[in-house]
């Protein structure tokens, strides 16, 4: 039988897999972006993931996020890293069950080379994405993956060089809900500019 890694270096070669295996991610929030974008990196072959998050499993998330029934009340992180070890046990995880603020951001995510914001509030994404370009990382955020349909609309928008952002920068989720097929489609976007990023840099 065909390996996990043997079949990932049949699609996008040895030397691609040891530059994506060797990245470190940070995933700011582990919720409907940042648990199905962890999905889809971790399917891609990344093994190295800060995943900080400080929120439980409830039933009101199942509808949109990668947790299941027999999660609920479990700590985020730790029924993430179950999930994600399903997919591939050889994976090396950092679990920070802890807020993320304006004067921590560095302590979480100071040794990861790309981080993706998977938060909800506005003004923490904003505050997020200032102090990780001040530290010098690559960021992929979202804006506006709330609502039905229209989902070619969620677009990749080049901000600056080490600045991407993934979404249609309109629908505001407090409005318009956030659910599966959408915040899906944005999540993995996500998940590819992290690839294309890894693959593509020297």
Do not use: W
């Not at 949109?64 to 591939?88: C, H, P, S, W």
């Amino acid at each position: 039988m065909e390996s996990f890694q043997d079949n990932l270096i049949k699609k996008i070669g040895k030397d691609n897999l040891v530059k994506i295996q060797s990245a470190k991610v940070g995933l700011a929030g582990a919720g409907g972006l940042g648990s199905n974008c962890a999905l889809n990196l971790v399917r891609v072959g990344f093994k190295k993931l800060t995943i900080v998050d400080f929120d439980v499993v409830t039933e009101a998330i199942l509808d949109r996020q990668f947790y299941f029934l027999d999660q609920i009340g479990m700590k985020k992180t730790e029924a993430l890293k179950r999930n994600l070890l399903r997919v591939n046990p050889d994976l090396e995880l950092t679990l920070i069950d802890k807020k993320i603020e304006k004067n921590n951001v560095k302590e979480l995510f100071g040794d990861c080379q790309i981080v993706i914001e998977c938060l909800d509030k506005a003004e923490c994404k904003s505050m997020l994405v200032e102090e990780l370009l001040n530290l010098g990382k690559f960021v992929v955020a979202a804006s506006g993956v709330g609502g039905v349909g229209a989902s070619d609309d969620i677009r990749i928008h080049k901000i600056r060089k080490n600045l991407v952002v993934v979404g249609d920068l309109e629908s505001d989720i407090s409005l318009k809900p956030a659910l599966s097929p959408r915040v899906n489609v944005a999540a993995a976007k996500q998940a590819d500019l992290v690839l294309d990023f890894v693959i593509n840099m020297s």
